[in-house]
């Protein structure tokens, strides 16, 4: 049992994923009067739309012509905004039990590996699975882990005026390098290769901003990194200081080794996606996936999927069709909680209408 939980404690709606759906869904539990928690293993919102590719463009969400990734991530954030949503973001989930409160009420634990959320209903919206990033197996990467080597851009003004090396070459590792050459101060591109994966326009960008701009902008191919170093004001570099101050690169066509000085290191490798320990909490999986039925509920009660992990017969892995899903999890998670109310809501129109109605009574 449970004890010494207070009202407050318990959200209505948790949400198991902070990507497009997820974000919606947080939105629609926001105009449904529920309370809503984002639990998501990245340390930004956004899912593989921030992680992946926040500099493409995308061309089948309604109401948009073409909208760039990052832009609809940032138009979602800004939609759940209102309804103040707790965010716990960089945290994994781990179980998935039921406990009773001192009040007698059945309520979801889920645990991460950073603590326990208690919720009433739970909407799973982790897309492919737990999204985890490609680590880097050099000597000094774990070291120097969210001290000067990121696995992911958060705020990327950060690095304005700052000495760059980014490491991959894919979609995500070109679009973040270009999108970096124009505020730091050195931006160097590493990759074991001479082919890159990413999309052709993405590498004649970088290309030519190196071709025009050879001091500060560089592209490293047929290059690995073979260490991560500490580093200080006088150029000394060893794995004992804090701060990462440089990287130790060898050329893998003749062998030849070279220490570079940066500010900071984004290994930008992928992704690595899984259900991880969503498998041990007795969920129907079909092809991976979640089974649900036309109400977005799995087979254990209180507990919806929406998006790209969800499967049924007709299932289409669009943002738009994760929009739709994510609204119809929140409706009948509301009937789930109280029988009474009405899973089709009210337009939003009326909603907002109402809802002015009634602080303006307040004032």
């Not at 994994?92 to 039921?98: E, I, W, Y």
């Not at 170093?229 to 004992?240: A, E, K, Q, S």
Request: charged share 25%; net charge neutral.
């Amino acid at each position: 049992m449970t004890s010494l939980l207070r009202p407050e404690d318990i959200h209505d709606i948790t949400i198991l994923g902070g990507g497009p759906t997820g974000l919606f869904a947080a939105f629609y539990a926001g105009l449904r009067n529920a309370s809503c928690k984002i639990v998501d293993s990245m340390p930004a919102l956004g899912g593989r739309l921030t992680a992946v590719y926040p500099e493409k463009f995308i061309y089948d969400v309604a109401g948009f012509p073409k909208i760039l990734a990052k832009d609809l991530v940032d138009n979602l954030i800004a939609q759940t905004a209102p309804y103040n949503p707790t965010l716990c973001l960089d945290e994994v989930a781990q179980t998935l039990t039921r406990v009773t409160t001192d009040s007698g009420e059945s309520v979801f634990s889920l645990a991460t590996d950073k603590g326990t959320h208690l919720t009433r209903t739970l909407v799973l919206a982790a897309g492919v699975g737990q999204y985890t990033p490609k680590k880097h197996s050099a000597p000094g990467a774990d070291l120097f882990e969210n001290n000067g080597v990121s696995y992911a851009v958060i705020e990327k003004n950060i690095y304005k005026g700052r000495r760059v090396v980014v490491f991959g070459g894919g979609d995500s590792a070109l679009d973040w390098a270009n999108e970096l050459v124009p505020i730091a101060k050195e931006v160097t591109l590493v990759h074991r290769s001479e082919k890159f994966r990413a999309h052709d326009d993405s590498v004649r960008k970088f290309l030519v901003a190196a071709e025009n701009s050879p001091l500060a902008v560089r592209a490293l191919l047929n290059t690995e990194c073979i260490g991560f170093l500490g580093g200080n004001d006088t150029g000394d570099f060893n794995h004992g200081t804090a701060r990462l101050g440089a990287v130790r690169l060898r050329n893998i066509d003749d062998s030849s080794e070279s220490t570079l000085a940066v500010d900071d290191a984004l290994v930008l490798f992928g992704f690595n996606s899984s259900l991880g320990k969503l498998r041990e909490w007795g969920i129907e999986l079909v092809k991976d996936c979640i089974a649900v039925n036309d109400c977005m509920e799995t087979s254990v009660p209180g507990v919806y999927a929406a998006g790209d992990i969800v499967e049924y017969r007709g299932k289409l892995k669009l943002i738009a069709t994760g929009f739709s899903e994510a609204a119809i999890a929140v409706n009948f998670a509301k009937t789930f909680m109280n029988p009474k109310e009405k899973a089709q809501p009210l337009h939003s129109t009326t909603i907002m209408e109402l809802k002015e109605k009634r602080e303006a009574r307040k004032k």
